[in-house]
């Protein structure tokens, strides 16, 4: 068997991972600001993130140039179709790192925390494994 050279590969993911964790954040934080408030504004994401307001302006002027937001100088933010998408991928990965956390036996405030950050890191095939392993959990529970 020959042995594994791409030591890199992890990091190179890792960093991909860190470059869209921003991009989700906002998408997750402004869908639930608009579904909590009916409108999401710059000052609703810096009150939320705990950040100025010239950081989140800078942010969400980058989510208009990836096509993620719409939004005008003075005006509500707006998610674009593919900024819904990537919004509602991110909260299904969240609810789902939750959920298995919880079935771990985690508390839910630590395992909140936690899921924000792992969230972001974890592929699909082991999210598709921790959904397994609560679906199965849940059935020899019920």
């Known amino acids: 068997m020959k042995p594994n050279h791409d030591n890199t590969a992890p990091h190179r993911r890792t960093r991909r991972d860190h470059a869209t964790e921003t991009a ?10 608009i579904e909590e408030r009916e409108s ?13 307001h010239v950081t989140v302006t800078r942010t969400v002027t980058r989510l208009v ?4 937001v719409e939004t005008e100088p ?15 991928e991110s909260r299904r990965r ?11 036996g985690v508390d839910a405030a630590t395992a909140a925390i936690d899921a924000e950050g ?12 921790f959904e397994r392993f609560v679906n ?7």
């Open 40 to 52: 999401c504004r710059v000052v609703d994401l810096a009150k939320r993130f705990g950040i100025s």
């Open 94 to 104: 969240h609810e789902m790192v939750f959920r298995f956390l919880r079935a771990l």
């Open 24 to 33: 989700e954040d906002y998408v997750e934080a402004i869908l639930d600001t």
């Open 65 to 68: 140039d990836e096509g993620l």
């Open 74 to 88: 003075y005006r509500p933010i707006h998610l674009t179709a593919k900024g819904k998408r990537l919004a509602a």
């Open 136 to 142: 199965e959990r849940g059935k020899a529970e019920g």
């Open 118 to 129: 792992i969230e972001h890191h974890v592929s699909s095939q082991t999210l598709a494994c």
